[in-house]
T-cell receptor
Framework: AQTVTQSQPEMSVQEAETVTLSCTYDTSESDYYLFWYKQPPSRQMILVIRQEAYKQQNATENRFSVNFQKAAKSFSLKISDSQLGDAAMYFC????????????FGTGTRLKVLA | GAVVSQHPSWVICKSGTSVKIECRSLDFQATTMFWYRQFPKQSLMLMAT?????????EQGVEKDKFLINHASLTLSTLTVTSAHPEDSSFYICSGGGGPNEQFFGPGTRLTVL
C-alpha cells in the first residue's frame, strides 16, 4: 500500500526567507501524481503545486517549487520569499492514476512565518 | 477552479441522533466524490469513495452502517452519521471532479456531538 511521510511536524521561517518542507512516499507504481496542499485556519484545502511522476522537470508555481526525486521517492516543497500569508498546514499527497484516483495524505507540516 | 459546497458548515447534535452532511458540485458533474475525516491537528483520512448510482466503497476500518453515503445524482453526495456519539465529532471534508491531476475540495463541515 502507498504511504506518504512528512517528518517535520512544524517548521518556522522568517518573512522573506526560504523554507523547504520534506515529503517522502512509498509506492510500487511508476506513474502517479504528487501534490502539495495548503490548509489555512479556514480549513479550506488549497492546491499549491502538483507534479506528474512521468515528468522529470520539477514543477514551479511562482514562489513555490518542488524537488522531485523519483528514485529516492522524495518530493520536497520550497517556498521562496516567505510571506505571512504562507502560514498554514501543508500536506503532501499522493494520487494514483488508475482505479479510483484516491488521495493519500501525509501527516502535515505546520508552517509558521515570523515577522 | 470548480466549486464544491458543503452544508451545513457546522452542526451540533445530541448523542444518538443522526446527522446528514451534503456535498454539492456547483459547476461540474462528479461521478466520483470522496469523503474525508480530519481530527484536530491531524491529516485527512479517506473514509469512502462515493460513486454516482452505485454503492460507496469504504476504506478499511470505516463502519458502513455508521457512515451512510448516498450519491444519487452527479452533483450531490451525502454523508449521514447515524446514531452519532461524541467520538464522531470531527471535521468532515468532501472532494470531487477535476480528473486525476486535480481535485476540488469542499470547505468542510464541523460536527460536534454532545
Amino acid at each position: 500500500a502507498q504511504t506518504v511521510t512528512q517528518s517535520q511536524p512544524e517548521m518556522s521561517v522568517q518573512e522573506a526567507e526560504t523554507v523547504t518542507l520534506s515529503c517522502t512516499y512509498d509506492t510500487s507504481e511508476s506513474d502517479y501524481y504528487l501534490f502539495w496542499y495548503k490548509q489555512p485556519p479556514s480549513r479550506q484545502m488549497i492546491l499549491v503545486i502538483r507534479q506528474e511522476a512521468y515528468k522529470q522537470q520539477n514543477a514551479t508555481e511562482n514562489r513555490f517549487s518542488v524537488n522531485f526525486q523519483k528514485a529516492a521517492k522524495s518530493f520536497s516543497l520550497k517556498i521562496s520569499d516567505s510571506q505571512l500569508g504562507d502560514a498554514a498546514m501543508y500536506f503532501c499527497a499522493y494520487r494514483e492514476t488508475s482505479g479510483t484516483y484516491k488521495y493519500i495524505f501525509g501527516t502535515g507540516t505546520r508552517l509558521k512565518v515570523l515577522a | 477552479g470548480a466549486v464544491v459546497s458543503q452544508h451545513p458548515s457546522w452542526v451540533i447534535c445530541k448523542s444518538g441522533t443522526s446527522v446528514k452532511i451534503e456535498c454539492r458540485s456547483l459547476d461540474f458533474q462528479a461521478t466520483t466524490m470522496f469523503w474525508y475525516r480530519q481530527f484536530p491537528k491531524q491529516s485527512l483520512m479517506l473514509m469512502a469513495t462515493s460513486n454516482e448510482g452505485s454503492k460507496a466503497t469504504y476504506e478499511q476500518g470505516v463502519e458502513k452502517d455508521k457512515f451512510l453515503i448516498n450519491h444519487a445524482s452527479l452533483t450531490l453526495s451525502t454523508l449521514t452519521v447515524t446514531s452519532a456519539h461524541p467520538e464522531d465529532s470531527s471535521f468532515y471534508i468532501c472532494s470531487g471532479g477535476g480528473g486525476p491531476n486535480e481535485q476540488f475540495f469542499g470547505p468542510g463541515t464541523r460536527l460536534t456531538v454532545l
